[in-house]
């Protein structure tokens, strides 16, 4: 296990001053990130092959948002290794040690010179240490695109500042365009899946469609491609 001690400062709280949802995830993210220096070898094989580790799935959910302030502890650690993913829980505790934000997800090792997937042999995936499987609520990954009428909600271009040092545009930058039309505090749980990287320049539309329990955004090129979904919880 990782973990990442975070105080809860300005820039990471909305109106309401507890932290933004995008603040959660680059917490998220960041400590994933950071646990990868914690195996120099598994990291060194992926620089020498030029590879990355994208986030292809997240599940988040929301116990209650960290307050400005707060003292938290961001632990992090892989639970599985299959060939070209790998299976993370990241949770996020208060002072007092209760979970507060509880996370699964899977990221896939691509070569980020094609875009391919990549097989990491059993001999250099056995340079990681596992941990258990942590408990929590672990949803289906597959994301099921509602039958109904979507409304289309804005068009963005992705900007300089959109960028991660991978080149494309940041998960959490997705996930800012989708919060600009709900209530983020009424959020229990979201599920995201990223089926493409959106490059600098790249049009995006942003379209949404009303479920039982929330609210579902699809953020797509205008040629159709899905660059990721988005499902939101709020009841």
């Known amino acids: 296990m990782f973990t990442l001690p975070l105080k809860v400062l300005p820039s990471h709280v909305n109106a309401n001053r507890v932290m933004r949802i995008t603040g959660i995830l680059d917490a998220l993210q960041d400590t994933s990130l950071l646990w990868l220096d914690t195996f120099p070898a598994f990291h060194e094989f992926l620089n020498k092959n030029g590879l990355g ?9 929301i116990i209650r ?53 990549t097989v990491i042999p059993d001999d250099v995936a056995a340079k990681v240490q596992f941990t258990e499987k942590e408990e929590m609520d672990y949803s289906d990954r597959k994301l099921r695109i509602p039958k109904v009428p979507f409304e289309l909600r804005d068009t963005i271009l992705v900007k300089k500042s959109d960028i991660d040092f991978y ?32 490059q600098f320049g790249d049009t995006i539309l942003v379209e949404s469609a009303k479920t039982e329990n929330g609210e579902f955004f699809r953020l797509r090129a205008p040629d159709g491609d899905v660059f990721t979904l988005i499902e939101f919880i709020t009841v």
């Open 167 to 198: 080149g494309h545009m940041n998960n959490s930058r997705y996930m800012e365009k989708a919060l600009e039309f709900i209530d983020e505090n009424q959020v229990k749980r979201l599920r995201v899946s990223y089926k493409k990287s959106a």
């Open 53 to 61: 580790m994208l986030l292809a799935y997240r599940q988040v959910d």
């Open 65 to 117: 948002f960290p307050k400005y302030k707060e003292d938290l502890r961001v632990v992090t650690g892989v639970f599985d290794c299959k060939k070209t993913f790998g299976y993370r829980n990241t949770f996020i505790y208060d002072a007092e040690g209760n979970a507060i934000v509880k996370t699964w997800s899977i990221g896939a090792f691509v070569n980020m010179q094609n875009g391919e997937l």
